[in-house]
Nanobody
Framework: QVQLVESGGGLVQPGGSLRLSCAASQSISSINTMGWYRQAPGQQRELVADINSGMRTNYADSVKGRFTISRDNHKNTVYLQMNSLKPEDTAAYYC?????????????WGQGTQVTVSS
């Protein structure tokens, strides 16, 4: 089992920045992919960005050039730096970990952190 705890959400004005953190309960060097998803009210959860064990990153088109995902294997933490925030970025943001255990792929979720972009 992997426990994930997100932090760093809050209220920010349009054009502002936030950095989300996701702390894992175990070494993330053994976790294949870690990612950030978001879900706005009435919307489906969507991938924002992910990063694999080889540090390869993937971003949703809507956040390319504004958001940066990174992982610190020494701190067992994944970050999402969000710049030039827009009202449409308002959502609950969830950390996700995909790990292969005994040949099976398991997904784990954090509890989420709210990001509100509003003036």
């Amino acid at each position: 089992q992997v426990q994930l705890v997100e932090s760093g959400g809050g209220l920010v004005q349009p054009g502002g920045s936030l950095r989300l953190s996701c702390a894992a309960s175990q070494s993330i060097s053994s976790i294949n992919t870690m990612g950030w998803y978001r879900q706005a009210p009435g919307q489906q959860r969507e991938l924002v960005a992910d990063i694999n064990s080889g540090m390869r990153t993937n971003y949703a088109d809507s956040v390319k050039g504004r958001f940066t995902i990174s992982r610190d294997n020494h701190k067992n933490t994944v970050y999402l730096q969000m710049n030039s925030l827009k009202p449409e970025d308002t959502a609950a943001y969830y950390c996700n970990a995909l790990k292969v255990e005994a040949g099976n792929l398991y997904g784990y979720w954090g509890q989420g952190t709210q990001v509100t972009v509003s003036s």
